[in-house]
Nanobody
């Protein structure tokens, strides 16, 4: 069983920055691609970013491209999401998730590609 614990959320003004962290335990972290998703009030959960198991490739939703950066530190079993130039529209609960198959990126933007999820961390961006 994989445990994922997010941290780093909070309240920030528009234009500000936050760095989310996700600590993983329970299986070989370095073998699995990771993703970040978010869910705003009244909306469906949506893809934000993903990173290959070895960090060699990253993928982003168009809405965050150029502002957010996903990274990972396999030695620390952690994945990060650096969020810059935040907008009120980025307000949501942010979740990290672990790919269900080792050494696979798959359909990285699809929730079905991931089998373990964290509890989420709230990000609120004020105007």
């Amino acid at each position: 069983q994989v445990q994922l614990v997010e941290s780093g959320g909070g309240l920030v003004q528009a234009g500000g920055s936050l760095r989310l962290s996700c600590a993983a335990s329970g299986r070989t972290f370095s073998s699995y691609s990771m993703g970040w998703f978010r869910q705003a009030p009244g909306k469906e959960r949506e893809f934000v970013a993903a990173i290959r198991w070895n960090g060699g490739s990253t993928y982003y939703a168009d809405s965050v491209k150029g502002r957010f950066t996903i990274s990972r530190d396999n030695a620390k079993n952690s994945v990060y999401l650096q969020m810059n130039s935040l907008r009120p529209g980025d307000t949501a609960v942010y979740y990290c998730a672990s790919e269900r198959r080792a050494y696979t990126v798959g359909t990285y933007y699809s929730q079905g590609e991931y089998d373990n999820w964290g509890q989420g961390t709230q990000v609120t961006v004020s105007a």
